[in-house]
């Protein structure tokens, strides 16, 4: 695919940040388009929130260059602030603050124009209006996540940096602000957010996974799940846990999960997995080959990485 | 690199912002004008070096005119308040032992006999030492007695007894605080010592609280850069380190009358080094705490040999050389002298210039330590 340069509101080559002789970030290439939805998965630890805070400037990456917004990431850290809005893992607003004050100071930070009227704007848009005199620290995890994201919006970004938005909030809230961010991005946002939700994964337009720091898989969720070339077969029967039991181990089964009433047994060789799975095709159990999903394609990329990399 | 543009607007929000957050923490903020004014009570009030009517037990075998004056020289020093007279020597071991009184004078029953013969008896005057300075000065009063209280009694033809003129006259001159009043020399010392005490603590709790909440990580993703973070968040508490000056400058006029001899602005414009040095160790100290119990900890660390070796408490050179050199490192030893000599000595800028340069060179080392630890903990 062919994409002019300016398109690309992130573009960066090899970035990689060691702390003491650990890799954190090890050589990871980025694209994201403008208006783009991009997920960025991997498990605990595996050094998402490290590319962020290298993205928005906040560490210097050890090796690798790159642009962000047009500005380079290395020299231009400070254009690049003014423009994105980050939000980290926590709530880091503060709790001795009201919502009004909270907003007014971010506006502040940011040189807002019209501070008063943006903080109205924003407040009515959170439908905090009546709240305002409100202690943050008293809101509910999902009014948090609210306001959080309402202060990273008060400037404007053109990018915005979510570092695991919806940890701790409930589905309808989840819902809700995942639809948000997608009337942000219609309007020409750019947001890159990480997560470890599957559904969350499978809504944004473009994913990267890493693990161990290292990029596993990227592109849309259908590349993502094509280049992982796995085979998934889904079983039904009886006693299924003993059936389990027995399959897991066989060459080529790389996964068994069980899935409520059924058994997804996943690999990547997929002449492998039938030979082995041959004895138990009778007719006490139903089988059938159905496609692999994402959750598949990060269990087994995971356990690979942790097989080369750890 | 592009050259550092502080940002005054960025300044003044983080400024503004840390102003709110002092109103809102009305426990610490009570704590930052309570302390000085607790402190103020217990010190101003409560400490005294120099301490006057001491109980006494006296126990006079000798019922004479002269065991009478004695005694009467005693009262009339003010050290001494004759509260009991115990009938034998083992009732003053007893109250000796039990506290009851300090000192007992214990006057033989030949006093006045040996007197009027010319033959110099003796006068016990047994005492609690077990805190010296609480009897230091008494004794040193009674000395001075000795000599003169019989004067009056020993005339005519008992004139042969007084005491002889010494050899010369000792002329003393105790300058700067004649009347050894405790207070003067402590309330103005109270200012370095508070000043130390909450601008180290609150620096090092401000800067750590915003780190522990995750609210630092999420000011400096914002154009806000580090240097204006710092100084606006330590500028309000400069501004609160001004408020405990003034009220000490205050109590130290009218309520415990200190002769204020030297300028005032002047004091309050080195007062400004001093309470940087002292931010400089908040700030350093909140780049090593991992959170605010450890800051105050560490805090605490500081604050100890500060109070103990800077003469605040004891007399400097009363202490051994290792823990004067000590002493000396500190900026509150050398503030101590500042303030004392401007309040009472009437000192100016070239008087005190010798105790404002180990400030500044602490103020400069300790800076480049915090500035370069803080520099470490963003990257």
């Known amino acids: 695919m062919v994409m002019s340069t300016s398109d690309l509101v992130i573009d ?11 890799t954190v970030v090890n050589n990871i290439p980025m694209q994201v388009r403008r208006g783009e939805i991009y997920g960025f998965l991997g498990p605990n630890g595996s050094g998402k929130t490290t590319f962020l805070r290298m ?25 690049i602030k003014k423009n ?10 503060y709790e001795d603050l009201t919502i009004e004050e909270n907003l007014d100071f971010v506006a502040q930070i940011y040189g807002v124009p019209q501070r008063k009227t943006a903080v ?49 909030v409930d589905p309808k809230a989840r819902r809700d602000f995942w639809e948000e961010i997608h009337q942000l991005a219609a309007a020409g946002l750019t947001v890159l957010i990480t997560t470890h939700y599957m559904d969350e994964a499978e809504r944004c337009h473009r994913l990267a996974y890493i693990a161990y720091g290292n990029l596993l898989a990227r592109g849309s969720v259908e590349e993502v799940v094509q280049a992982a070339g796995l085979t998934t077969w889904e079983v039904t029967g009886p006693d299924l846990p003993a ?3 027995k399959i897991r181990g066989q060459p080529g ?7 409520g009433m059924t058994l997804h047994i996943s690999g990547r060789d997929a002449g492998k997995l039938r030979e082995s799975l041959n004895p138990w ?10 496609e692999s999903g994402l959750e598949h394609v990060f269990i087994s990329l995971m356990e690979t990485a942790r097989d080369n990399f750890s | 690199m592009k050259l550092y543009q502080f940002n005054w607007r960025r300044f003044w929000a983080i400024v503004g912002k840390e102003f709110i957050q002092m109103r809102r923490d009305r426990l610490t903020f009570g704590m930052m004008v309570g302390i000085p004014l607790l402190q103020l009570v217990l010190f101003g009030y409560a400490i005294n070096s120099d301490p006057k009517h001491l109980p006494t037990a006296v126990y006079s075998a000798d019922n004479s005119v002269f065991s009478r004056t004695v005694v009467w020289g005693l009262r009339n020093s003010s050290y001494f308040d004759v509260i009991r007279e115990p009938r034998n020597e083992a009732d003053i071991q007893k109250m000796l032992a039990q506290g009851t009184v300090q000192f007992a004078v214990d006057i033989p029953v030949d006093f006045s006999r040996k007197l009027l013969r010319g033959e110099q008896p003796d006068l016990l005057l047994e005492a609690d030492a077990t805190d010296p300075s609480a009897v230091g000065y008494a004794i040193a009063a009674v000395n001075q007695l000795s000599t003169t209280v019989l004067n009056r009694d020993l005339i005519g033809p008992l004139a042969g007894l007084q005491g002889a003129p010494p050899p010369f006259n000792l002329v003393v001159h105790q300058h700067y605080n004649p009347e050894n009043n405790t207070q003067y020399n402590i309330v103005p010392g109270l200012m370095g010592v508070m000043l130390t005490m909450t601008m180290i603590i609150i620096t090092a709790l401000a800067i750590t609280r915003e780190r522990e909440r995750g609210t630092m990580e999420n000011l400096l993703s914002t154009p806000a850069r580090p240097g204006e973070v710092m100084i606006g968040k330590i500028v309000p508490y400069i501004t609160v380190g001004y408020i405990q000056i003034f009220l000490i400058l205050l109590a130290a006029r009218y309520l415990f009358s200190v002769p204020i ?3 005032v602005s002047l004091l309050v414009v080195l007062a400004f080094l001093f309470i940087v040095a002292n931010l400089a160790v908040g700030i350093t100290f909140s780049t090593i705490a991992k959170n605010q119990l450890q800051a105050v900890q560490m805090a605490f660390f500081f604050f100890l040999p500060s109070l103990l070796l800077s003469g605040y408490m004891f007399p400097f050179r009363g202490m051994p050389v290792w823990a004067q050199d000590i002493g000396e490192i500190l900026p509150l030893t050398h503030f101590l002298r500042v303030v004392r000599g401007i309040l009472l000595k009437g000192n100016g800028l070239v008087d005190v210039s010798p105790d404002l340069w180990p400030i500044a060179l602490f103020l400069v080392v300790m800076l480049s330590i915090g500035i370069k630890r803080y520099r470490q903990t963003l990257d």
């Open chain 1, 253 to 259: 089964v790389e996964q068994v999960v069980a899935f």
């Open chain 1, 120 to 168: 109205d704007k924003s407040l009515e848009r959170l439908g905090l209006t009546a709240r305002r005199r409100q202690l943050a620290g008293t809101l509910s995890g999902g009014w948090k996540q609210r306001l959080a994201l309402a202060a990273c919006l008060i400037h404007e970004p053109r990018l915005l940096l979510l570092d695991e938005p919806t940890a701790g």
């Open chain 1, 281 to 290: 095709m009778t007719d006490a159990y139903q089988w059938q080959p159905i």
């Open chain 1, 84 to 93: 994105v809005g980050y939000m980290t893992q926590r709530f880091s607003f």
């Open chain 1, 243 to 245: 059936l389990a039991e």
């Open chain 2, 261 to 263: 001899v030297g300028s």
């Open chain 1, 55 to 79: 993205l928005c400037g906040l560490l210097t990456p050890d090796a690798g260059s790159g642009r962000c917004l047009g500005y380079d990431i290395r020299r231009e850290s400070g254009e």
């Open chain 1, 12 to 22: 960066v080559q090899g970035i990689t940040k060691r702390f003491g002789g650990r």
